[in-house]
């Protein structure tokens, strides 16, 4: 019932001799799991120190070390003497044993605790002669290596040694020949009584040591409790002890025998955990003040628990592996008061993937644990396991999520602290946990006198990951449904997530742009591989966009890597498939028109009166469809994606905000960098979004935006807008009764350049000029809302029902105060910027003057984002002017005939002519200035003669060699 009992529980049923035959120990109940008392664990982590008297005339002075929450580091340093004292008595040797503890759990009470010392070696040095001659005569060690050459004053290191040529109880085993004798260089076991006494006003910790062995059930069950060395430390010598709120990291457990409740090992086992979350393990105060509520849920985070178990309590024959992910969180200590160093905790399991290696493992989990009647366990094949249905997995062989329902979250008691001493171990921090629960209340009742502890790796947990750059596709594992499909509660599906975020991977964080979400819904049949295609049962496929923008610093109280995200899907495809989800859609989700359901079909839906709220609060369908914008919460850490489940406005998306059943997929590419283009030329879709305040919900619109490219005709440079404006929260459906007011506009545009404003990349000015834009009322309200405050009678006319009014320029502010056309361009020419990255257009706030517009970086999150819907520069505009364009962009050179290129043919001709010139140009003086003055061209005699040559040769080329008739013979025709 603790993080690694899962390790603990299989090897009762996986462990078998050489992997075959029946296996050890089958219905006994582990001794770490046997005790379930609310008495917690004593303290015992210190420098103790002490002389005892041993049995022949000896005394033992101990130093030892313990450090750690029920393991840690552990390290004995011994003198043993020839007399009754510690001080006058001659000296024989000393011996040192370091290396890793594990508190097993509790022998006859809390504090006598079985504990597990895994050494690497005993290092011996003999301190005088008569130490020398007893270890030749005890400790020849004949199987080392090296046999040891016991010199005075010279340390020998004992990695292994024989059974039987070195009598361990030298160095605190089990005498020589007793069973399970302490074997050098294997881990030894032992019992350790920790007592507390106070006297003048000062409080001393008492530990008594049993003798060692390497058979735990030689030394567990009180029969070495005779043999007790004792030591003691006060309390400047104890650890200082700090509990800690940052558990992000790797926990790792050393290998850790599995004993049944007589002792006796039945494997081992080891695990890691890794943790990535919040970096405090508080939630904001007042987010758990009332125990009973249900968590703490900003202090969840992403934990993935792998191990192997082990046929042997030395951790070398591997028997099983396993890896599962989920939901885990320090929840605070509001359950227990509200004060103390214990807290509560809490994890959710996602999916856990199993591989037997041996035939025993898979036979045991085959017989005990089919999870289903296809399931197939084969050695080194790897079953992911979502749920297991028809209950034919059992409580006891649960052990992959602590015998709780997997897919449920789970409670326990638990302490993370640092304990600090001076040795040469360094502060070590620990996590330990006691058995889990399904009742968030019932851990005030769990006690952590037989937790596992993990001891902190690796602090390397990747809070320093967290990313805003979404930009990317991300896909969950194959999991367990997180939320029961409504009408379907018996039935829990399996499922995965999925999310494609496509916007400018080259920025700081692509902020804006849209969105793919898909869903998958398997039936879970125990299959030996779940959510393959032939299980589906239904899939769902989002489109629309998003955006992100930071958390309000007052929301919580510590930085995690949260931020806000606003989804709005513009279109849903889903799939059914079988009677059951058809049944389920036509209940609730007919969308005009419930027979349209059949199985196997998809229905693209672009709106839906009903909404389907209920397949939205299951978690079936996301928030934010059918034109409703839906917020919630992000965050992307080192490639995993958590996403909260949208709500209706941003009040409700963030405070408070549930992490703790998450879905977690990871990435599986990132994006491409988008290409950067200058051009606006191309139709734009902006899909169902919020303007105004995101709390108000006060309206929503949808626009299309249509840009015509340069020289194009009938219109260069021109664009026409479409707005549709619609009241209240109820999204942006086609024919919905919310439809308040369309405003089309059209008129020309420029691109004079590229933006100099460093905080919009890509950037390119831009000038607008609208020549008429139309307003047209869809609702009464609408009328009365114009005839109220947008009357405008010097443009002549009234306001009516679905009327159209034309405007050139914009209504006055006394006639016209109404703020609600943000998007409504003003009176002359306006300034500002855009960026065109890939498929998605974001434009700033246009202003009245070139300096304003053209310096203005905020690139709006919900009122300027545009995604392309038709990637082609030859768009039909419905509406355009019929002027020249005031503002044409300059055209580029590779278009402009007086800045064209010269080609090869220009090269050559302009190096023939001017060689001919400076030919002709020097020659001329130089002959000048040599024949008295008279210019005469160079190589005139040449020249002359040249037009005769080209006569002859033509001559003979055509008539001698083309059989022509000599007319003249004369020039060449002896030839």
Known sequence: HRFCDRFQSVTRHVIRMGGSGRWMSTGIALSVLAFSRAQEPPAMCGQFAGCSTEEGGFTLNQSVTLQGYLGGYMSVVATRYNGTDCNGSTPLYEYVMSGSYSDLGEESDAATRRVYFDYNEISVTPLSSEGVDML???????????????????????ASCDVGTCDTALFGGLPNGTTGELVVGQPAFALIAVSTENASAATTTQLGFSQLGSVPDAVFGGSTAANFSAVSANASNLCTTTNQVNMCGQYATYCRPVLDNTGTPVGGLRSQLTYRGPNTGYAPAGACSDPASVICPAAWGIYNLTGTAFLDELCTM????????????????????????????????????????????????Q???????????????????????????????????????????????????????????????????????????????????????????????????N?????????????????????????????????????????????????????????????????????SVLSVIARGYYSIQDLPRNVYQFDTGYQQ??????????????????????????????????????????????????LVAAGIFP????????????????????????????????????????????????????????????????????????????????????????????????????????????GCEDNSPAAYIQVEQFGFYGIPGASNTPDVPHGYNLLVTTEEFVITPLSQAAVADLQANCSCPSNGGSWALGSPRSFSTLCSAAECPSTLFRQVVGNGTLYGTFQ???????????????????????????????????????????????????????????????SKEMSGGDVFLLILFLTMGVYFGVGMAYNYRNNGGVPTIPHASFWGSLPGLAMDGCHFTFIKRCGFADSTGGGYGHL
């Open 136 to 158: 030749v005569q005890s400790c020849a060690c004949t199987s080392a290596a090296t046999p040891p050459q016991w010199i005075e004053g010279s340390a020998t290191q004992l």
């Open 623 to 730: 928030g934010g469809v059918f034109g409703q914008t839906g917020f919630g919460v992000v965050q992307q850490n080192a490639g995993q994606l958590r996403v909260t489940q949208l709500a209706p406005n941003a009040s409700a998306g963030t405070a408070p905000f549930d992490m703790a059943s998450p879905i977690l997929p990871r990435m599986d590419a990132p994006c491409a960098n988008a290409d950067p283009s200058p051009s606006l030329c191309g139709t734009w879709e902006l899909p169902c979004h919020l303007i105004g305040s995101a709390d108000t919900n006060s309206f929503a619109s949808t626009a299309t935006f249509i840009a015509s490219g340069q020289g194009v005709t009938p219109c260069s440079e021109c664009y026409y807008s479409n707005v549709t404006y619609f009241s209240g929260d109820t």
């Open 467 to 535: 990313s805003q750059d979404y930009c990317g596709t991300y896909l969950s594992e194959c999991s367990a449904e997180s939320n029961a499909a409504v009408g379907l509660t018996a039935v829990q599906f399996d499922e995965q997530n999925g999310y494609a975020f496509f916007g400018d991977a080259t920025q700081d964080g692509a902020t804006d742009g849209s969105l793919i979400y898909t869903k998958q819904l398997y039936n879970n049949t125990g299959a030996a591989t779940p959510c393959m295609p032939n299980q």
């Open 836 to 898: 065109h990255l890939g498929q998605n257009l974001r434009i700033t706030q246009l202003q009245a003057t070139q300096s304003a517009g053209w310096a203005n970086a905020n690139l709006s999150r919900f009122d300027y984002q545009y995604i392309s819907a038709d990637g082609t520069c030859t768009p039909h505009l419905p509406a355009y002017p019929v002027k020249p364009n005031p503002h044409p962009s300059p055209i580029p050179a590779s278009q402009n005939p007086s």
């Open 565 to 614: 995200v606003a989804m709005t899907f513009s279109s849903l495809s889903v799939t059914p498939v079988g009677d059951e989800w058809i049944a389920l859609l036509q209940a609730f989700c007919p969308c005009g028109n419930s027979s349209a359901w059949q199985s196997s079909v998809t229905r693209a839906l672009g709106s839906c009166a009903s909404g389907c709220p209920d």
């Open 318 to 365: 591997p028997a099983l592996t396993f890896s599962e992910i989920g939901a885990m969180g320090n929840l605070g200590n509001g359950v227990f008061g509200g004060s103390g160093y214990v807290n509560a905790f809490g994890k959710l399991g996602r999916t856990i993937t199993v591989t037997p290696i041996t035939q025993g493992a898979a036979d045991a989990l």
């Open 367 to 465: 017989e005990e644990c089919p999870c289903g009647s296809v399931s197939t366990w084969t050695p080194n094949s790897t079953r992911t396991i979502t749920t297991c249905p028809n209950d034919n997995c059992t409580a006891s062989s649960l052990w992959w999520h602590d015998s709780q329902p997997f897919g449920t979250p789970v409670y326990a008691k638990g302490v993370f602290n640092v304990t600090t001493l001076s040795s040469p171990s360094g502060p070590i921090s620990s996590l330990a946990t006691s058995a889990w629960v399904t009742d968030y209340l019932q851990v005030t009742g769990q006690t952590l006198a037989n937790s596992d502890p993990q001891v902190l790796a690796s602090t390397t947990c990747g809070l320093d990951t």
